[in-house]
DNA sequence: TTAGGGTTAG
């Protein structure tokens, strides 16, 4: 990439313009290397646009779509004010990056005013802007805006069932997804389902508890297999986990076997299905066979369901081996929820001062979810000076979850150390920490 | 040459 940007550059077609030379061809050339960089190395897309101004050449309505998309959230504005000085903000591409790039940096309310400027009805634009409120988690603007369209498309109606699952309303997506089924877009074949909305729809029955979301996740599947819907990449993935996720293994594993096209994920699925059911050591015969057979390379979330299933499965060597492998072997760096793993899985097994050595020495502060993993194991196996240490730490933390505290606390109680339990409850309370009160839900019908 | 929706962990 560089090398030919280089080229380019030797040969002077970016610094002038030549008198008999098509006038657009720097421009051109330009947009082309902006394009790759945004591909490859977006990080320097802003360093380019800048030699292209500096160069005095002009750009035009497609420099913006990727050199929007590359840019740090701060430049953003910046760079919206350069389309408007060249006269090109009434262009839907241009338009439409910059309601998608706003929208990201959680500006919706720009992105709202971007939209009012598309100047005709525009369904990608649209779509877009039905996106930007649900992430935003303004379902309600969401579904304001797809009542109002004057026609919609696969993409509005996924982007809406999409917008209820990232919201956790899966309840509400599935609904959405029925109406879709019988709405006379799809009945009349004006609109076609694809993968992306049974993905949609199968990653809202996975994340919902319960036989019925089990049985309509069933219903898509078989309504998937009647269409003769290929079972790619995706569908494939969301239906090992939805299947991982209700305990139906088998279901998982035949999904599995039948895919003839699998990635990192799709192996990722099927290796966290079989550590959460019970599988430790399949799971683990699966990350090899994936790295030997297949030649594929593990990435991050690989390495929570390998080191996951470690810690189910009591496997505390191979789980340490692995998280030690990650960085050196596999160029994958250790995040949070890595340490987590590898703090229960210590924890788990007893070995409570080794886990106080791994969150002591980790680059970065720990948060509730490891320091809770570790308090969960001080508490099994009775550690109350190292879990008290850890506790208090967690107290700095101010969190507003405060189940963790209340452990502790017991842990004391449980000791017959009731001062240090009244004290704690009462730091709990001067901390502003509230207890969520238990509740149970009937469901009537 | 350009714009919109999707999978995997806890």
């Known amino acids: 990439m560089t090398q030919i940007h280089s080229l380019v550059i030797t040969n002077g077609y ?20 902006i394009r790759a960089y945004h591909v490859h190395n977006h990080k320097k897309v802003l360093d380019i646009f800048t030699q292209m101004l500096s160069n005095q050449i002009s750009p035009n309505t497609h420099t913006f779509p990727p050199l929007l998309k590359s840019s740090h ?38 992105a709202q005013k971007v939209f009012e400027e598309v100047p005709h009805f525009c369904i990608v634009a649209s779509n877009a802007m039905i996106n930007a409120f ?75 508890e319960g036989k019925a979301a089990l049985d309509f996740g069933r219903q898509v599947h078989g309504y998937i297999v009647v269409k003769g819907v290929d079972l790619g990449v995706f569908v494939g993935t969301s239906l090992i986990n939805l299947y991982g996720k209700m305990g139906c293994l088998n279901y998982a594993v035949n999904v599995f076997r039948v895919m003839v096209v699998r990635e990192v994920c799709t192996w990722n699925a099927m290796i966290s299905s079989l550590a959460s059911n019970g599988r430790e050591k399949e799971a683990l015969d699966l990350f090899e066979k994936m790295k030997k057979l ?19 499965g ?22 949070m929820e890595h340490y987590g793993c590898v703090v229960d899985l210590l924890g788990r097994a007893g070995h409570i001062q080794e886990a106080a050595d791994i969150i002591r020495n980790m680059p970065f502060q720990p948060d509730e979810s490891v320091l809770g993993a570790f308090l969960g194991a001080c508490r099994i196996h009775g550690a109350i000076e190292l879990g008290e240490e850890i506790g208090k730490k967690m107290l700095k933390l101010q969190t507003q979850q405060c189940g963790q505290y209340l452990l502790l606390s017991s842990m004391n109680a449980e000791k017959e150390r009731w001062d240090h339990a009244a004290d704690l409850r009462k730091e709990i309370v001067e901390s502003g920490i509230h207890k969520v009160p238990a509740f149970s839900m009937v469901h009537l019908t």
């Open 14 to 33: 970016l610094n002038f313009h030549k008198p008999n030379d098509n006038k657009w061809m720097p421009t051109l050339l330009y947009n082309a290397i």
């Open 73 to 110: 959230a701060s430049v953003v504005t910046p760079i919206h004010g350069q389309a408007l000085k060249r006269g090109i903000l009434s262009d839907p591409f241009v338009l439409t990056t910059l309601l998608v790039v706003y929208a990201r940096n959680s500006r919706l309310f720009c």
């Open 294 to 312: 297949q030649g594929l390379k593990p990435n991050s979330i690989t390495f929570v369901a390998v080191l996951t299933a470690c810690s189910r």
């Open 134 to 208: 649900s992430m935003n988690g303004n379902m309600e603007g969401a579904l304001k805006l797809f009542r109002r369209m004057c026609y919609r498309d696969v993409v509005s109606w996924t982007t809406m069932v999409n917008g209820f699952v990232v919201n956790g309303e899966f309840y509400a997506a599935i609904r959405f997804f029925g109406m879709m089924m019988t709405h006379n877009d799809v009945v009349n074949c004006l609109v076609k389902l694809n993968e992306a909305t049974y993905v949609s729809v199968l990653s809202s029955c996975a994340n919902l």
């Open 314 to 335: 009591g496997f505390i060597r191979e789980g340490l081996k692995l998280f030690g492998s990650m960085s050196s072997e596999f160029q994958v760096v250790p995040i």
